[in-house]
């Protein structure tokens, strides 16, 4: 029996998954839309073809016929050429769908589970959340919502500056490498965060009196110890986190205090030494419309990009509340111009607070916001990954930071 609570949960999970299903179904029916008007188009007449033309004709459609298409992507060949039948009968099947009823009907018969995974695989994207160890491991329901849900992790805090290098001479790495391994054997990719950060730093770089030489040669074996040992298993890496503040001017740091903004394009520049393949963000909070802050990170990626800093992407942590909802047409231009400049956008630690006690109708709400931050992310022109700050209310980083509120992610605590 359900806790009116899990009624509550589960209806902003639903709302998720009917809006990735509802928009896959309109981009597949404006795709199939266009290809019968394309079909449709008035054809040239052709002259009648004498027995010897009609008959190089019909060999070369032979010819055609067993010929793959040229025109599929490049996912799509390199599938087809493992397994072409299985390809065409899915094509047939893509042809003959047109209501959510024979979707749902066709969903059924599918040996993949409705889950938010797989209807964000149908749209193009791939759909994550932060871990972390405690729950990971001591957890059995939260391993099996993250399995059956996710398809991209987070470490919380596990990759972090104090985690993994807690002395000078010292690096620890096993729960980021409890959680790397545990992604690894279940098909799910993880993003590294954070390489630079202004908080949860160790003692000894607080209390170090460094000269900028001494501390640039720390942050860069830092860095290239840490994304060096995860080569090839971590697909991207926040490589700065928020390093803007929010009035729009360079954050206080010890970074910026003892080596200077440059700490930034070096940052990025070790990362990618470490490791060429791995994707590198600037992540930051409160930059997901056209603002102050967003303004100064936008000219911020514009600099890097004309020094030709390895930057690939920024990251709009999404970190939200009930009360103060973005405006929709604001995060669509602001992703648009990010994305004009050749920066991958994605989505990296979503959540939205509530201020308790929540109501029903609080939670109604919620799930509108989450759906309506989904739906613009996938309206744009790259969209590739969208992470939640969490899953489950009652691991979540809310309750302890900011007091009287909660019910911010998409479980309730049961």
């Known amino acids: 029996m359900y806790s009116k609570k899990e009624i509550l949960s589960s209806k902003k999970l639903v709302a998720l998954l009917i809006s990735l299903a509802l928009i896959c179904l309109l981009v597949f029916t ?4 266009l290809e019968k008007q394309t079909e449709q188009v008035e054809k040239p007449e052709i002259p009648p073809e004498t027995p010897q033309l009609k008959e190089d004709s019909e060999q070369a459609e032979v010819q055609k016929e067993t010929e793959p298409s040229q025109t599929l992507p490049p996912e799509v060949e390199e599938f087809t050429e493992q397994q072409p039948s299985e390809v065409q009968e899915q094509q047939k099947e893509n042809q003959q769908l047109e209501s959510p009823e024979q979707y749902e009907e066709i969903q059924e018969q599918e040996t993949e589970e409705p889950s938010l995974k797989n209807f964000a695989k149908y749209c193009g994207i791939a759909i994550g959340t932060c871990v972390s160890y405690n729950p990971l491991k001591f957890d059995q329901n939260y391993r099996d919502i993250l399995i059956r849900e996710f398809s991209v992790v987070t470490p919380e805090n596990e990759m972090k500056f104090e985690y993994v290098h807690p002395f000078r001479e010292t690096y620890n790495f096993r729960l980021a490498d409890e959680i790397v391994k545990f992604a690894e054997e279940n098909g799910i990719k993880v993003r590294g965060h954070c390489l630079v950060w202004h908080q949860q730093l160790p003692s000894w770089i607080i209390k170090g009196e460094f000269t900028k030489e001494e501390l640039m040669s720390i942050l860069k074996e830092h860095i290239q110890t840490v994304v060096g040992r995860y080569k090839g298993r971590v697909y991207a890496w926040d490589v700065v986190n928020e390093a803007i503040a929010d009035d729009g001017s360079l954050r206080k740091s010890i970074w910026l205090e003892k080596i200077g903004p440059e700490y930034i394009e070096l940052a990025f520049k070790w990362a990618h030494e470490a490791d060429p393949d791995a994707l590198l963000f600037y992540n930051d909070y409160g930059i997901e419309e056209i603002n102050k802050k967003s303004n100064t990170v936008y000219e911020l ?16 942590q999404t970190h939200l ?4 909802p973005p405006n929709p ?4 231009r602001n992703i648009k111009r990010f994305e004009e400049l050749g920066l991958i956008v994605e989505i990296t630690e979503m959540d939205v607070r509530i201020r308790e006690p929540v109501t ?3 939670l109604n709400r919620q799930a509108e916001v989450y759906s309506n931050i989904l739906k613009i992310y996938l309206s744009s022109s790259n969209p590739r990954t969208f992470v939640m700050w969490g899953f489950v209310d009652k691991y979540s980083w809310i309750d302890y930071t900011f007091p009287g509120y909660g019910a911010a992610t998409i479980f309730d605590n049961e």
């Open 360 to 362: 029903n109708e609080e």
């Open 30 to 33: 404006i795709t199939i839309q």
């Open 301 to 316: 990626v514009k600099e890097l990009l004309r020094k030709g800093v390895p930057i690939h992407g920024v990251g709009f």
């Open 329 to 332: 047409d604001n995060v669509a």
């Open 321 to 324: 509340t009930l009360e103060r």
